[in-house]
């Protein structure tokens, strides 16, 4: 028997608002399409941390024995700035700044995305396809919205009608909204507009002369609409249904919405079973943003050059951070949540290095077979990475026991635990098992907390002469102390 028909998976289903037994359409095969970057500036942290959270799930789903078919795309065109039908195609907006042409702009943030994704030790999905490369494809599906009454053409551009789909369909059956109140929430439009009415979305738009990305069409030379090549992608790979659908919370509504609406127009059929939305990455309790200075790059954490870390952190331990709170939820991306993490991180690791030379006994003190099941059970309740993590320190204790005496285990269960150990920790949360550091980065820190320290008892003492000395002659060194509320860190120049 398949190990995926001895475990029962249950998924927060964001279409019907609870968690579902999951079913896939094909017994043994799963089709998981998640919504990749656009790529005109590096991956921010909080898109990582949603394609971490579908490579975690992808991983999972192939270590039940599923056959997993997972489309991940790349938006290369099409996606304008204010998420809607109006601006500038962020990435040629993007080659008129630098003066280079859209695709150096989409091949450098490519490569910046795998890098990143790489160092993360994220698995590759199984395809990973362009907007670009399915012009043909989207153009097709337009037509066939618009033989089927759906979607309207004005002056070379094409548009999905939505009042006339929510005749006979549910427009914001996802993001359960109504149609009545976006109507009422939506200003007037202005008389330049084509649409018929506010609602309605570009499946087509006509290229205005300057506009550098541009294909020749039934309509007009133009661009597809942004939410256009996700339906387009992800049928011409899973099928006209698949099983799973992911992304980010903020593309619930339009952008997937919008891909319900354009399936449902051209197959008659609601396109997916399961949709899944990742929350959001804050930090330090405030949305991160550019502008505010409250915002940092997964290669900064890599390297410790950012005002809001004290050190810098490899990448498993960032990502080990990361999941240790629930995909569901909002994660709130601090230094000391990154310390606290790094800690955890190598009681995990020194725990599974201490298997190969543990002694065993004619009894277990441990029952090693609940505890892995415990562990498919995290797993299995809508992908818990916080439970399974937790589960597994339980075994990180019970080999530290072993080693000291105090607990015992058997050849066959220890061989059982150091199987469930390294599935789960690698295989599955993607850990890489790294050396700890004892760098001369290392050593600094633990110097220049003495002298913090130092300092703080001469200010406790009101010897503020000495308190200043300390805090000059590490400036003059290139190390920057900051004091707050929450006590002293250093940042190096």
Known sequence: MPLYDKQTIKIYNSLSGEKDIFKPLNNGYVGMYVCGPTVYSNVH????????????????????????????????????????????DRIAKKARLEAIEPM?????YTVDFHNILNKFNFLPPSIEPTATGHIIEQIEIIKSIIDNGLAYEVNGSVYFDVHKYNETKQYGILSKRKLEDLIHNTRALDGQSDKKNPQ????????????IMRWPSPWSDGFPGWHLECTAMSTKYLGEQFDIHGGGMDLKFPHHECEIAQAEATNNQAPVNYWMHANMLIMNGKKMAKSTGNFILPNEIFSGENPHITKAYSPSVARFFMLQAHYRSILDFTNNGLLASEKGFFRLMDAINLIDDLNTSDASTFDVSAWKQKCYDAMNDDFNTPILIATLFDAAKFINQVKDGSATVTKEDLELLKEALYTFTFDVLGLVNVAKENSSTDKLSGAVEILINLRKEARLNKDFALSDKIRDELSEAGIQLNDSRDGTTFTTN
């Open 45 to 88: 942290l909080g898109n990582v941390r949603t394609f971490m959270s579908f490579d975690v799930i992808f991983r999972y789903l192939k270590q039940l024995g599923y056959k997993v078919r997972y489309v991940r795309n790349i938006t290369d065109a099409g996606h304008l700035e204010n998420d809607a039908d109006e601006g500038e």
């Open 200 to 211: 309605d979305f570009a499946l087509w738009k006509k290229a205005e002369p300057q506009h």
């Open 104 to 108: 150096e702009v989409v091949q450098r």
